[in-house]
């Protein structure tokens, strides 16, 4: 096809998340070509006219008032969880590709519908899952399709990020610390991620969750702080998984995977294996020991990931997640919940 420059709207409001990324992004995009930015509370428009510059079109505080004015082919939508469902389904009548910063819900049966009906009208429905672009998770995607887990036995995964910011009266009193709000805390927040990377990478969907959630670190919070989960697979593997907000700074996170024929290990921030995020070592004859990935470490991050999901709105390119693999996700976050208060195993719906 030949270069097709976008219009993109941005639609937030009052607590959007990583807004200064979503605009550093969409002004160095070579496939945008102007930004309309709708904000009820007109917080971020200063911040929008500093970073976009002449980019930015027009601002709104009323969603319909923009539809009319603009024709967006994307629209980037960073919403409190529960105020997004509604919002998600105008921008599809409107025929807008989605861009929607997660968990866009407090419930995943409200994201059902709307997957189905981008779907059933050919519109992208990208969630901001920027880690699957990180070009160390795309060579353990390769390495498994090549066969060096041969039959996937085993997963087990961490995402422990700070404690600090929960001791912050103002995200005290944020959204994201309210479950009726957010639809949860640190494993809808951050450990669905890796739950993503996980399903993603072995091919594998999550069929049964069950395990514990709770406040651990003692903070008025009406989120939890701490999962704890175990699963089954839909091939019978199992798996385990803790997501927390455990720490003084920073992050300790990974991913283990082992399978019949061998075994791979992705890690993020971990001080000196952060230069080494992908090892792993084949059983057979093949066997060369432990080997350490030494391929690029860029593109990664939201800047990459929001062109790349603006190229697949403009048709230049693929989408780097579907509405329905979103839906995978959110579905067994919940379902996790669900278990978590029950103290039984749930079954993830399909």
């Not at 992004?25 to 930015?37: H, M, N, R």
């Not at 709104?60 to 629209?75: G, I, N, S, T, V």
């Not at 919002?87 to 590709?97: E, M, P, S, V």
């Amino acid at each position: 096809m030949p270069d097709k420059k976008i219009p993109v709207a941005l639609v937030t409001g009052k607590g959007g998340a990583h807004l200064g990324a979503y605009f550093d992004a969409l002004a160095s995009s070579p496939d945008c070509d102007e930004v309309v930015v709708c904000d009820p509370s007109g917080d971020c428009f200063a911040q929008a006219k500093e970073k976009l510059g002449e980019k930015l079109s027009a601002v709104f505080e009323d969603l319909d008032r923009m539809l009319k004015a603009a024709d967006p082919e994307l629209a980037m939508v960073s919403l409190e969880a529960a105020d997004a469902p509604p919002i998600l389904d105008h921008l599809l009548d409107a025929d807008c590709h989605l861009f929607v910063e997660k968990p866009a819900c407090t419930n995943a049966e409200a994201i059902a519908p709307l997957v189905a009906k981008a779907e059933e009208k050919n519109l992208h429905m990208m969630f901001a899952f920027a880690n699957r672009i990180t070009p160390a998770v795309l060579r353990m995607r390769e390495l498994i399709d090549e066969g060096v887990l041969g039959d996937f036995y085993g997963a087990e995964m961490h995402l422990v990020a700070d404690q600090t910011r929960l001791g912050n009266k103002s995200y005290q009193e944020s959204w994201f610390a309210d479950r009726d709000r957010a639809g949860g805390g640190h494993l809808i927040w951050l450990g669905i991620h890796w739950l993503d990377l996980t399903m993603l990478a072995t091919g594998h969907s999550i069929t049964d969750v069950s395990g514990f959630a709770g406040i651990v670190g003692g903070q008025p919070l009406k989120i939890e702080d701490s999962a704890a989960l175990t699963m089954r697979f839909d091939n019978g593997a199992f798996g385990t998984m803790h997501s927390g907000y455990y720490l003084d700074k920073g992050y300790h996170s990974h991913i283990r995977l082992w399978g019949s024929n061998g075994w791979i290990e992705y890690a993020e921030h971990l001080g000196d294996r952060t230069e080494v995020p992908l090892r792993w070592y084949r059983n057979d004859k093949s066997s060369e020991g432990v080997i350490d990935y030494d391929g690029p470490m860029d593109p990664k991050g939201y800047t990459p990931y929001v062109h790349q999901c603006i190229r697949a709105a403009a048709g230049a390119g693929e989408a780097p997640v579907t509405g329905a693999e979103a839906l995978r996700v959110l579905r067994t976050i919940f379902a996790f919940y669900e278990a978590a208060e029950s103290r039984k195993t749930v079954a993830v719906p399909s």
